[in-house]
């Protein structure tokens, strides 16, 4: 077995059998991967972090060549982003990240840019007062990155320019120009902001990202597209997007 170390950002943990732990990491170095702790959950100073979900980490590990489980030798906290853990809108939209790239990243795949897009994105979570602005932009940004993004700069059947009306089609994934949208009768007409504002969050960087201004109405539009696109393509709702829908129902009653 060879022996590895990395960063790594734990994406979920289950209980194996009565005293280990089995981690879900998105590490710098390999990409995706599942690591099993021995031990762990009857003497738990065995590692120097308690594997908290979407907390920061140094791991050693050793690579199984015959199996996708590693055995996680060493796990050194670097972050828990104790202050982001208090505001409960703000662990649902990290749970939304870590679990986006469980389902969207294929296993033992390096791509170093995720990997900074979810740390960065959690940093900046723990700081704002705009957790959904930055939730819509790591979505964006990461459905660029892992290759599953909707088409937005050219319709997505013919591949000429958006010139005058064109629509949203889900189905196919993408815009669809005043020629082709009869192809999709679903298809919704979206605000040009939106794609715009889509475009925008694709061809620039995190931080530039975030001096980007989002009008309710758009910002909500972003919402709509991206979560609709993630639960039609993976055919199933997120489990965190479920809890944060009913935080926000929650808190819709009250006002």
Do not use: W
Request: aromatic share 8%.
């Amino acid at each position: 077995m060879s022996i590895h170390r990395s960063e790594a950002i734990v994406l979920g943990r289950r209980d194996f059998r009565e005293t280990s732990l089995l981690v879900n990491f998105y590490t710098r170095d390999f990409g995706k991967i599942s690591g099993l702790l021995k031990g762990i959950r009857i003497d738990s100073t065995k590692f120097a972090s308690t594997l908290e979900p979407f907390s920061y980490n140094d791991i050693i590990f050793y690579e199984h060549r015959n199996s996708a489980l590693h055995l996680v030798s060493a796990c050194d906290l670097r972050d828990n982003f104790n202050s982001l853990r208090q505001n409960i809108v703000k662990v649902a939209q990290a749970s939304i990240m870590a679990e986006l790239i469980a389902v969207l990243m294929p296993p033992e795949d390096k791509n170093e840019q995720v990997f900074d897009l979810a740390l960065d994105s959690l940093r900046e979570l723990e700081v704002t007062n705009n957790p959904d602005k930055i939730a819509t932009i790591f979505k964006i940004k990461l459905l660029a990155l892992s290759g599953f993004k909707p088409h937005f700069d050219s319709c997505v059947s013919c591949g000429d320019r958006l010139l005058g009306q064109s629509k949203f089609s889900l189905v196919l994934g993408g815009m669809l120009c005043h020629r082709c949208y009869q192809k999709d009768s679903s298809a919704r007409t979206i605000f040009r902001g939106t794609v715009a504002s889509i475009l925008h969050i694709e061809k620039n960087d995190f931080r530039i990202n975030l001096n980007l201004g989002l009008n309710p109405q758009i910002k909500k539009e972003l919402d709509v597209i991206l979560n609709a696109f993630l639960n039609f393509h993976l055919e199933k709702e997120l489990k965190s997007q479920k809890v944060l829908n009913k935080i926000n129902n929650a808190a819709y009653a009250l006002k």
